[in-house]
């Protein structure tokens, strides 16, 4: 079992930057695909960034790509979200998640374990 606990998120203005992370226990971190989801208020949790086990490949949302940077450090047991020139659309609630398979999904249902969140609140 994984336990993931997500930090770094706060209140910024359009356009700053955030780096959230995920702390990992246990000592299969890196036998995980991990993701990271948002969900804002009223709507359903969407998917952000994936990386695949050994961080090699990557996947991102069409929303967020070229924006955001998706990386983990196995070593740390830590998976990261860069977020650079935020938009008030960026505004939700991040999650971490850890995928069993190792695969890199996009479907929130083939995720196992998942964060508390955190807040990211970006004004305009």
């Avoid at 955030?18 to 009223?42: D, E, I, N, V």
Wanted: proline share 1%; glycine share 12%.
């Amino acid at each position: 079992q994984v336990q993931l606990v997500e930090s770094g998120g706060g209140l910024v203005q359009a356009g700053a930057s955030l780096r959230l992370s995920c702390a990992a226990s246990g000592r299969t971190f890196s036998s995980y695909a991990m993701g990271w989801f948002r969900q804002a208020p009223g709507k359903e949790r969407e998917f952000v960034a994936a990386i695949r086990r050994s961080g090699g490949s990557t996947y991102y949302a069409d929303s967020v790509k070229g924006r955001f940077t998706i990386s983990r450090d196995n070593a740390k047991n830590t998976v990261y979200l860069q977020m650079n020139s935020l938009k008030a659309e960026d505004t939700a609630v991040y999650y971490c998640a850890a995928e069993r398979g190792g695969m890199l999904t996009a479907n929130r249902r083939q995720y196992d374990y998942w964060g508390q969140g955190t807040q990211v609140t970006v004004s305009s």
